[in-house]
């Protein structure tokens, strides 16, 4: 099986892989880039663990081929702060103790942050359906929904 | 030097202790750098890949692997043969023949054959390649069908010596629990209700699939990187299914993405060893969501009878419950612990409870949070319910009426110390959601649960570095927020803040036995091995003081994080900080440290109270949840942030057990619903705020006054859920889940 040649940019970074022809964005991203902040929950979209963004749109990582990507601009958790600093929405998780054992995190702050991007201001109830894509099997979802409406807040506030 | 001794926590002013400092993992996981069971690699790694069971039971006839092992960029293949003989029927034995079939396949998803190679790819096609013959058998998957005459077998001869003679051939195990004479209790009821309810079994669902990375040498030195919540159980485990010295094995816990109880046994790290020797390469192994539906435990399923008398005035006259819980392939289903907790919350003179453990063509059962009480509690919670609101009475004051309390003899042998169950009674009736309006087709169902709580091996390594900050080493994987615990533990004990200690999991090699992070034990044990750690450490620190000033180490006291000179003869010395004493710590007798190896009693039950409000939507039968409320005791919250999550998480748990969650088999024994979207778990868009209060009644047997949080939380929900739709929907529900065509025809047929 001959491989492809994608040119893409992950985070701003200009990158470059080769990758089979069934390989999935996620793989790529894991296996061939060593970004494993995304997550593999199901491989089958239902979970959002590995929620990453392509041209700023929201997508399971594991429905994308990584041939997909050529030509896109990819936004994944490793691109969330900037240097040292913390985005709002992982701030808030910590401060909120939304996450416990934290392996659905990455997907959750991925699809939060393109919530706040198209809604900046999310009753409780959108960010509830926005996020009903994302399983969290620990928290009960209620300090990860406190906590993504004191970031649109704070975020609100700051601009 | 004068310690604390004091053991209730009224007496304490803590100081880290019951605040909400930042997770010490927070940043790592908010910014994808924390490391989990799928996210390491090694040079040289080969992946690895296992074939199962199309089959739900079948005799394996024959495997041939050797086209496979042809094929280019194949390194190892392994089987059943490849691995030592162990005694069959031995709780090891069992293991590992459901990681690895022996000369049956028992369940779909059984794990038959396992390979080693260069990509994916290749492996996947090495699978395709293993030939397999199997001689089908008849199967089994449901618990009541199991034991009746004629049903398929599993394991002839394997039941112990606790079942009647003449029982059917698939119950392996009977128990009994109780006191008093049941009949003479029932004869005295103004009421007996007799019922029966069903409950599905449910996985554990944690987001993070099953993951491993394994290295052998050729000298049997073998390393393991997996996600767990018990490495020293791992390497215990694995070393004495391949054969090898616990010592030469050494595991470390990658960060855990969930547990619950569903990764205290092995499935992938035995087989990944086994191709790492076989291959001379590290090899990575990772479960698909399928594999982890398939092959890795569910919680049983059960089927409960339950006859219980009550007078008209909410009295218990007596209660018995006959109890049927399948675990799977193999014996084990914790109906021992459903049999002993089904009754717990009460005070009853006259009480017995009989489990039967039975086996099916269904994935062997592993520990889901509370493993067997919330199957017990529904259907007890419910007849209580329906015997309470049958005679017009409020089903908490029932519940108070007949509440075990300090002194109670459990209906399951102990006599409780001081419990917290009618302070999260009093606290649910006095709470403004108790008296909250409902509208039309709204129902409140309330529910008590109970959760024995466990100690077991402990080790904590505590050490003051030369700059005055501590680390702390402890044995159990961290999975919602223990770090942190133990952190704000050993800081309270030394009187230094929270961000001058760092805790640690460290690795097999790096300290003695840990028992598995379960039973709720962690905060409990581990935080009293660090508690006792720490004072090892303040001794040593006052000892080192003494010295400095020449006095007897008796007359130095530890407090606000220094020595001082205490009693008549000690002198005026300044105090010396734990930073000044670590600071010389190599002139007045080397490294200063604390360690503690335990095995603590006295964990201290717990209880709960839930409540919640339902809608049902009478033409489709959907049952949304309004509101929902958790009453429990925590004994003392160590951090109450996360305390709130174990009950929110626990709740939310127990409702997808009682409105979505459910094994489905088709006539083949196959499972129809091997991922996440026909296996619903509960959504954000399901759910209200889950609302917390935490009581904290202290646990006698621990420093602070600790109790276990994690497993109480999911033993109510079932019940009350089931409490709250009974009302709402006008019939009463004994069948879980309650799912809409369910409900609706419940509705209908009423």
């Not at chain 2, 699978?127 to 618990?143: C, F, G, M, P, S």
């Not at chain 2, 079942?163 to 008093?180: D, L, T």
């Not at chain 2, 006291?557 to 105090?575: C, R, S």
Request: hydrophobic letters at 40%; a negative charge.
């Amino acid at each position: 099986m001959s491989k492809i040649h994608v040119t893409t940019k992950i985070n701003g970074d200009p990158v470059e892989y080769l990758c089979e022809p069934d390989e999935t964005l996620l793989d790529v991203l894991r296996d061939k880039l060593g970004m494993t902040g995304s997550k593999e929950g199901c491989g089958t979209g239902d979970c959002g663990a590995c929620s990453v963004t392509v041209n700023g749109r929201l997508v399971c990582s594991c429905l994308v081929l990584g041939a997909e990507a050529e030509g896109t601009e990819i936004g994944t958790i490793e691109g969330m702060a900037q240097g040292e600093a913390l985005h709002p929405l992982q701030q808030k998780f910590i401060e909120h103790a939304a996450l416990q054992c934290g392996i659905c995190t990455p997907g959750i702050l991925v699809a939060a942050k393109s919530l706040l991007e198209n809604n900046p201001d999310p009753t409780e109830e959108e960010t509830r359906y926005w996020l009903a894509g994302n399983l969290c099997r620990c928290t009960g979802y209620d300090k990860i929904i406190r906590a993504v409406l004191d970031a649109a807040a704070d975020m609100r506030e700051a601009s | 030097m004068a310690l604390d001794s004091k053991t209730s926590n009224e007496a304490i002013q803590f100081k880290v202790v019951g605040t909400r400092p930042l997770r010490p993992d927070g940043i790592d996981k908010v910014t994808g750098r924390a490391r989990f069971g799928a996210d390491i690699s090694a040079p040289g790694m080969l992946t690895g890949l296992v074939l199962r069971s199309p089959h739900a039971h079948a005799k394996i006839k024959s495997i041939d692997v050797s086209a496979a092992e042809a094929m280019e960029g194949v390194h190892a293949v392994v089987t059943r043969r490849d691995f030592p003989s162990l005694e069959p029927g031995s709780g090891t034995g069992d293991v590992l023949d459901n990681c690895m079939a022996g000369e049956k396949v028992l369940y779909d998803g059984h794990a038959v054959a396992a390979v080693a190679a260069s990509s994916t790819h290749i492996a996947r096609k090495a699978l395709r390649a293993i030939k397999v013959e199997y001689e089908r058998l008849d199967h089994v998957t449901d618990v009541d069908e199991a034991i009746k005459p004629g049903a398929p077998v599993l394991h002839p001869g394997r039941a112990n010596e606790s079942v009647p003679e003449g029982s059917s051939p698939n119950i392996m195990a009977r128990y009994e629990f109780g006191h008093g004479d049941i009949e003479a209790g029932l004869a005295q009821a103004d009421r007996v209700l007799e019922r029966s309810y069903k409950t599905e079994a449910t996985h554990q669902g944690y987001i993070e699939p099953h993951a491993c990375l394994a290295q052998m040498g050729p000298d049997g030195q073998a390393d393991l990187w997996c996600c767990t919540q018990g490495h020293y159980m791992v390497r215990n485990t694995c070393a004495e299914i391949l054969g090898l010295a616990q010592g030469q094995l050494r595991v470390t816990a990658s960060e855990i993405g969930g547990g619950f109880g569903g990764k205290t046994t092995v499935f992938l790290e035995p087989v990944a060893l086994m191709l790492a020797k076989k291959s001379a390469r590290p090899v990575k192994m990772v479960m698909s969501r399928s594999e982890v539906l398939r092959a890795t435990g569910p919680t049983a399923s059960s089927s409960v009878d339950v006859r219980i008398g009550m007078t008209k005035e909410g009295i218990i006259t007596g209660a018995f419950a006959e109890l049927r819980y399948q675990g799977g392939a193999y014996p084990g289903s914790p109906v021992d612990m459903g049999s002993m907790s089904a009754f717990a919350p009460y005070d009853l003179e006259h009480v017995k409870t009989v489990g039967w453990d039975i086996v099916t063509n269904r994935p062997k059962q592993a520990a889901y949070r509370a493993p067997g009480a919330p199957m017990a509690a529904f259907a007890v919670e419910s007849a209580i319910d329906e015997l309470a609101k049958g005679f017009g009475l409020d089903p908490l004051e029932v519940r108070l009426k007949n509440a075990a309390r300090e002194g109670t003899r459990a209906s399951y042998g102990p006599t409780y110390p001081a419990i917290g169950l009618e302070a999260t009674l009093r606290k649910a009736k006095d709470h403004p959601h108790w008296s909250a309006p409902l509208g039309p087709n709204q129902g409140r169902g309330v529910a008590c649960g109970f959760w024995f709580n466990f100690g077991g091996d402990t080790c904590v390594s505590l050490n003051v570095t030369p700059d005055g900050t501590v680390t702390v080493s402890e044995g159990n994987p961290d999975i919602g927020g223990s770090r942190a615990s133990m952190s704000m533990m050993a800081a309270e004990e030394l009187g230094i803040p929270y961000e001058k200690v760092r805790t640690i999991v460290a690795d097999t090699g790096s300290l003695g036995q840990n028992e598995v992070t379960d039973g709720s034990r962690v905060t409990f044990a581990v935080g009293l091995a660090t508690i006792k750690a720490a004072r090892a450490a303040k001794a040593e620190m006052c000892k080192r003081a003494a010295m400095v000033w020449g006095i007897d180490a008796e007359a130095v006291e530890w407090k606000d994080g220094a020595a001082h000179p205490a009693g008549p003869n000690a002198g005026t010395h300044p105090p010396m900080t734990l930073a000044e004493i670590a600071a010389i710590a190599s002139n007045t007798g080397g490294p200063i440290a604390g360690h503690c190896e335990a095995n603590p009693e006295g964990a201290g039950v717990s209880f709960a109270t839930h409540m919640v409000d339902t809608e049902v939507d009478p033409e489709t039968g959907a049952v949304k949840i309004l509101r929902y409320t958790v009453f429990q005791d925590a004994g003392k919250a160590v951090h109450p942030a996360y305390v709130e999550g174990q009950f929110q998480g626990g709740a939310t748990q127990g409702i997808g057990w009682a409105l979505n969650e459910e094994y489905i088999y088709g006539e083949d024994g196959i499972l129809q619903n091997a991922g996440f979207l026909d296996y619903r778990i509960p959504v954000a868009s399901d759910l209200p705020m889950i609302d917390t209060v935490i009581l904290e009644i202290p646990n006698p047997g621990h420093p602070y006054g600790v109790r276990g949080v994690g497993e109480t939380s999911i033993v109510p929900p079932l019940a009350a859920i089931a409490n709250a739709v009974s009302e709402a929907a006008g019939v009463r529900m004994t069948d879980l889940p309650m799912s809409p065509p369910k409900v609706l025809k419940s509705i209908q047929n009423s």
